[in-house]
């Protein structure tokens, strides 16, 4: 579990964060959503310390506060294009402290489960958009972390490759890991997550569990950030009418 006790993070132009309380279980997928600059991104690199916050605390109840077991998929492509898909993978192995031998066993099973087999010795750059999104899965998963981070993950995949990348998400729940995913593309995301996590300007405006069968997500969120609008509209009207 993750514990966010009234985080705050204050930019130049403003707040970035403000107050958030969150609980991440394990066992679960927890969505994270808001419109473009809402605070999202801010929320995760905060959580991997690439960001200092200015108050609160973030509780790593895993023993230690090292970030061994935590891991981070971008949607931005930060991988070495020239190295080969096996490089990567072990090399993130030795970072996380992995035995060469238990990381090699491991990426063998990774290979496997994410049909990559073919491609171990392939370089990035040589990888369609859907394989090198399922080459920095591999990547991700090369240290078993007990905490998933996916910064929209399906960006720019088609059709087909997204359905993969979401069932392959869906899977690790079985794990018992701890998921935590933001995106814009709010149908990919209905069938698959146990919590949902609206922010808005920096703070928390719905945080709940989600049933896929009693609600539909497009129609929740919308409807959410379409009262945060109205509230935001109406205080401005006060503000002139003072």
């Known amino acids: 579990m993750i514990e966010i006790k009234n985080l705050t993070k204050i930019f130049k132009n403003g707040i970035g964060l403000h107050d958030i309380n969150i609980k991440l279980n394990s066992g679960e997928i927890t969505a994270i959503l808001g419109p473009n600059g809402a605070g ?19 509780i790593y109840n895993i023993g230690n506060e090292d970030l061994k077991k935590f891991s981070f998929f971008t949607d931005h492509s930060l991988f070495p294009k020239n190295v080969s ?29 994410l049909d990559l087999e073919k491609y171990k010795n392939k370089s990035f ?22 905490f998933i981070f996916f910064d929209e993950p399906t960006a720019n995949l088609d059709i087909n ?37 609206i922010i808005d300007s920096g703070k928390i405006v719905l945080d709940k569990k989600y049933d896929k069968n009693k609600e539909n997500l497009e129609t929740l969120y919308f409807s959410i950030i379409k009262g945060q609008d109205e509230s935001k509209s109406f205080d401005k009207l006060l503000e002139w009418n003072n």
């Open 125 to 146: 750059k040589s990888l369609s958009a859907g394989m090198q999104k399922r080459a920095m899965l591999a990547a991700t998963l090369i240290n078993d972390p007990e």
């Open 85 to 113: 898909l096996n490089y990567f993978c072990m090399y993130n192995a030795q970072l996380s402290g992995i035995k060469s031998k238990d990381a090699k066993k491991r990426l063998e099973h990774l290979l496997k489960i």
């Open 40 to 58: 999202k991104s801010t929320l995760l690199k905060l959580i991997f310390r690439e960001y200092k916050k200015d108050s609160g605390e973030i």
């Open 161 to 197: 490759s997204r359905k993969e990348l979401i069932n392959l998400i869906k899977n690790m729940k079985d794990k018992n890991k701890t998921i935590v995913i933001t995106s814009h593309i709010l149908d990919e995301l209905q069938n698959i997550i146990d919590r949902v996590i």
